[in-house]
């Protein structure tokens, strides 16, 4: 990003943010701007494995084969392998198995249900049920079911195929003094997968019963383990009950029922418990027996063994506010879950989601590796997972007409294609390569990556020398897909996602001292200032509307093609999304341009914001709009909250980095919806929100060669109780720990600072966070005065 001034209006919005310190955004805050998401669906799984366990909200676990990549095994590759289990508490054993329509009432219709994780190393989810009405069977008894995910034999999985097991138990929690009930009983409905997914909340989550017979016959038989086994006509196992079998009891479809159950019971006394395994594909007896034969407790441990280590270049976050700081450390573990291996090739990659998306959209997901894994210093991770796009670098065409195949090209490797390859995706990919290598200066990576870099470049180089028609504009990349609508356009996001990531490469081999580094950077300038020309010609002739105050504003076009009905209309969820916002992240222009503060305005006052025609929900049919600074269509595209960092308006960028947390994220299990009420099961939001984290604190974006510290730093961060710590935080020029405490009733900010620099910043500046009476700022002993006009000088050594 190119240096910017502060302008006199961020300085005066800093000011008026300290005014107005008693309504600044945090967690307790956003709560009231939004309710718990709708229709959550939360994954268990395994590392680099492409078998996960999704558990829906009510506690009903979805076991579903991915389509994609192609399995050698038959049943992985089988349409009808997976299955559904459903659970509905009882206090009566022999009463008939519930309706589909019980099931659904039991959580009030309402599609939240009441989840969370375990303290464990391992991801292990929880469902709580607990009756509220006084007159219920069950009242007084908390009832839970915990589910984890166990890779057989533990360990790395090698070839993405091994056998993958769900453990789950219903367990009696907690009995109140109250309780009448003398037993508990789980009937557990098992289905073939049959619920629709959608991304407008209204046709999310739609139950097709018709589909949802399991497909072969069923029959119980006890083993000499103990465990009642469910058995398929071919002998492998279905299903198991581990203890409690004695009390288990199988329940074939009625007449015209396509419902089977096992129905298990329990005493209803605190701590009682009943295991079920449920193997992802069903498996050869022996080794289901084998299986079980490790006891929850044992397949527990391997699966805290396997998700314990962690790198010693990893961060550590802790704020005072623990949704904060729970919402990164499972993130970590969900978004390197949510990753598989290539059977055939052994090539090891992120997913952009667990079930319905377990493909791969590279734009999207590249965030979870430049904004999520290496800002916390996971860099294996991301070093692993960039490897299979510089083994395929050249393999596919750009998806636009003009594009001639080009080795330097990195699109979505076939395995895992969804069909939908963005030209955006090239630029994320050089991106993702160079940050990571200036994050850590490694030497071994940036040696392999050097060649697939140059080539990368010389695509982009390539590409805006292509010749083309008439009204493309020329200079900058000719028409291809720039999103999920394939139609090929000029598309002023195509254009800054590929000037970011050349931008980033260039600066990477000016720090490397590479002999090609004056001609990128050159090129780099040379196509920002292509993609700024055409993109104010194609402004100039755009039309206007009126803010609330009755300024005429221009409609921000966002295509720089000569062709003026070319593009989204500006009542497409995509306008917002991978529209002109997206500029000043990507450095094309500065968030004070007269453009960029138009096109942010739009979402905030345009006319559909206004009046009767505001309409804050997700659906195609209408306009998107900034709530609370989040896209109302898809909340990782809320490109809004780096016009905010960069102007430092900390205002609206804590209302946009709290309304990520609290209204794109689940807060019971922080899985990341794509929109509110939509498909959830992927990390899509979880990187922008963590990044905005990052940068409130410790930032090496806004101003580059500076290290600013505490710049937007949250007033609910400062505590005069709790320490807050960020340590270990990797930056472009090494890692870095900050700690800091309120002390002596407020008027004092105690800091430690403790750089670990491989290389000095021009600056490091420490901001004084705006609370009401503080005076001074003591860093490592040395007392400074407390401005918050004025940041602290700070050693860069």
Known sequence: MRRTTVSIVSVLLSILGAWSQAEEPNVNLARTWWPELTNVITPVGWRDHMHRFNVVYDGTIIARPPSKPSQPDSDASDPLAGVQLGFWPS?????????????????????????GWTDDPAPVLWTRWKPQEPTSPLAGLELRSFVFAHKSGGGDSLTGLEPMYCW???????????ARAEQVSFFVRINSPHIKFDMIEANNFRVQSEQSLYPRKLHPEPD????????????????????????????????????????????????????????????????????????????????????????????????PEPLINAAIKHNLKLSRMISLTIPQT???????????????????TSMTSHMLLDPLGWHQDVDKYLEIHREEQGKVKAPGPNYPQHPGYFGVPAPIDSGNQWLTDHGAVMLTAARHAMLTDDLAFIEKWTPALIRGYEFIRDSRRLPRQPPQAQGVMPTASASDISRPIQSFWSDAWNYK???????????????????????????????????RAKAARMPTWKDASGKDRTLVPMTVSDEDTDGYSAQHP???????????????????????????????????????????????????????????????????????HQLADRQRFLEGMY????????????????????????????????????????????????LH??????????????????ENMPTEFGPVTLKWQLADGGRTLQVQYAPSFRRAPQAVLLHAPPVPGLEKIVVNGREHQADPNIPVKLDPI
């Open 91 to 115: 206090a009566e054993p022999d009463r008939a198995p519930p309706s589909t329509q019980e099931s659904i009432a039991m959580f009030g219709g309402r599609r939240v249900g009441d989840q």
């Open 168 to 178: 789950i138990r219903l367990q009696v929690t907690a009995r109140e003094a109250t």
């Open 224 to 319: 000499a383990s103990g465990a009642l086994l469910i058995i398929e006509p071919d002998g492998k196992v279905r299903m198991g009950v581990l203890n409690g079998a004695d009390r288990a009891r199988f329940i074939p479809p009625a007449q015209g029922s396509n419902d089977q159950f096992i129905c298990v019971t329990m005493p209803a006394t605190a701590g009682r418990h009943v295991d079920l395994l449920v193997p992802m594909l069903r498996q050869p007896r022996e080794d289901f027996v084998a299986e079980a034969r490790l006891r929850w407790e044992g397949a527990l441990q391997q699966a805290n063994a396997f998700w314990s280590p962690r790198p010693a270049t990893a961060a550590q976050i802790h704020t």
């Open 346 to 364: 052994r090539q090891k990659t992120l997913l952009s989601g667990s079930m319905v998306y377990s493909m791969l959209w590279i734009t999207p």
């Open 501 to 535: 990531g050349l931008s980033a490469t260039a600066r990477l081999f000016q720090r490397i001292n590479h002999p090609l580094a004056s001609e990128m950077q050159r090129e780099a300038e040379d196509y920002r200032q292509a993609i700024v020309r055409a993109f």
């Open 574 to 644: 995509f306008y917002l999304d991978t529209g002109p916002m997206f500029g000043v992240w990507a450095g094309v222009l500065p968030a004070d341009d007269p453009l960029m503060i138009d096109a942010v305005e739009f979402f905030r006052q345009g006319p559909h914001t206004r009046g009767e025609k505001r309409d804050e929900r997700f659906d195609w049919k209408n306009a998107a709009m900034l709530v609370h600074e989040m896209s109302n269509a898809e909340p990782c595209y809320s490109w809004n909250v780096f016009h905010s």
């Open 659 to 706: 309304s990520i947390f609290l209204g794109a994220m689940s807060t019971q299990t922080y899985i990341s919806c794509e929109t509110r009420g939509g498909i959830t099961e992927n990390v899509f939001a979880a990187p922008l929100g963590i990044n905005l984290v990052r940068l409130a604190v410790v930032d090496d974006e806004v101003e580059p060669g500076t």
């Open 709 to 726: 510290l505490m710049r937007l730093v949250p007033l609910a961060w400062c505590s005069a109780t709790e320490q807050t710590r960020f």
